[in-house]
């Protein structure tokens, strides 16, 4: 059962630089979610989908874009990596929203560090 | 104010030892409500829902005030398994989204 699945699991970027979060579920889920969580904080969230080709922005979206071009796949795109991007960014999935009690389903995260 | 606010802790309790925690939230539209676990350096997993006249799920209980706005976490007897951040989650609709708002959580140190 693989669930969702993120990598990488750690990086490192140097200012300026661009990377892409990969994020994918097998479970069918039609909601993809990104948050990014910094010591001792809460998770915030940057961008959300409702399915595929539809996303939209949440708390937290500057300096970030995302795509859902299938069901299974929601990266996260950082085009020019600031040092305050440093963060543990988790991607998540559930069932038709979070209305009710649906959980969300995480990853492993991937812990990214920019100098 | 924070949207959800809980005390940051850490609880250090012995084995055995029965512990609660509080958490309050500021929107008083917000629908349902959740605890989390967050084991270090591991993503989040759902502990349980919390519903309007309380629940129990073996040695954890929640309850859920709506009128004072908030929302609780006992656990009985204590386990070393339980050492984790416990996170107190509020769903409440925001521009036709129902939204997810995670408190920063609730560190819990269980010794023996």
């Known amino acids: 059962n693989a669930g969702v699945t993120q990598t990488p699991k750690f990086r490192i970027l140097k200012i300026g630089q661009s990377m892409t979060l990969q994020c994918a579920q097998d479970?069918?889920?039609?909601?993809m979610y990104w948050y990014r969580q910094d010591p001792g904080m809460g998770l915030k969230l940057i961008y959300y989908?409702?399915?595929?080709?539809?996303?939209d922005k949440g708390e937290v979206p500057n300096g970030y874009n995302v795509s859902r071009s299938t069901t299974e796949d929601f990266p996260l795109r950082l085009e020019l990596a600031a040092p305050s991007q440093t963060s543990v960014y988790f991607c998540?999935?559930?069932?038709?929203?979070?209305?009710?009690?649906?959980?969300?389903?995480f990853g492993d995260g991937t812990r990214l560090s920019i100098l | 104010r924070k949207e959800v606010e809980q005390d940051p802790g850490p609880f250090n309790v012995p084995e055995g030892a029965t512990v609660a925690f509080n958490c309050t939230y500021s929107?008083?539209?917000?629908?349902?409500f959740f605890w989390y676990r967050q084991d270090c350096r591991k993503e989040p997993k759902l502990l349980m829902s919390?519903?309007?006249s309380g629940n129990e799920d073996g040695r954890f209980t929640a309850q859920l005030n709506r009128a004072s706005q908030y929302i609780s976490l006992l656990i009985r007897d204590s386990k070393l398994s339980d050492s984790a951040t416990y996170l107190c989650?509020?769903?409440?609709?925001?521009?036709?989204?129902?939204?997810?708002?995670f408190g920063a959580g609730t560190r819990l140190a269980v010794h023996p």
């Open positions: 998540a999935s559930s069932t038709l929203g979070t209305g009710g009690n649906q959980p969300q389903h």
């Open positions: 919390v519903y309007s």
């Open positions: 479970m069918n889920h039609n909601y």
């Open positions: 929107n008083s539209a917000s629908q349902s």
């Open positions: 989650v509020v769903l409440h609709p925001s521009g036709g989204y129902n939204k997810l708002i």
């Open positions: 989908s409702v399915g595929a080709g539809i996303t």
